[in-house]
């Protein structure tokens, strides 16, 4: 059964800084793609950020980059992604993702595995 728990989600104040967590349970999480993705009141779900397997970044959200970073810890099994310099902008639920590598070894979407979202606020 596999399973992500995020954590991390809280208000703040713009300019402040929030870290995220994925806890990852039920496969062998160094296989995976993984990523980061959020959805804004009333707008549809974007991308963030995603790591593939073998360590290779990419930031999809232009906003973003720059003041947030994606990592992980494999040995704990956990996705992070450490946001700074937030905005009001940045509001919304932040939610973790997993698949496996697509044909070729792409980590397009769509994602198969969704962890169940946590709140961001960043108040002006």
């Known amino acids: 059964q596999v399973q992500l728990v995020e954590s991390g989600g809280g208000s703040v104040q713009a300019g402040g800084s929030l870290r995220l967590s994925c806890a990852v349970f039920?496969?062998?999480?160094?296989?995976?793609?993984m990523a980061w993705f959020r959805q804004a009141p009333g707008k549809e779900r974007e991308g963030v950020a995603r790591?593939?397997?073998?360590?290779?970044?990419?930031y999809w959200a232009d906003s973003v980059k720059d003041r947030f970073t994606i990592s992980e810890d494999n040995a704990k099994n956990t996705l992070y992604l450490q946001m700074n310099s937030l905005k009001p902008e940045d509001t919304g639920v932040y939610y973790c993702?997993?698949?496996?590598?697509?044909?070729?070894?792409?980590?397009?979407?769509?994602?198969?595995?969704w962890g169940q979202g946590t709140q961001v606020t960043v108040s002006s």
């Open positions: 993702a997993a698949d496996l590598p697509k044909y070729g070894g792409s980590c397009l979407t769509p994602y198969k595995y």
């Open positions: 039920g496969y062998p999480y160094s296989t995976y793609c």
């Open positions: 790591i593939k397997p073998g360590g290779i970044i990419t």
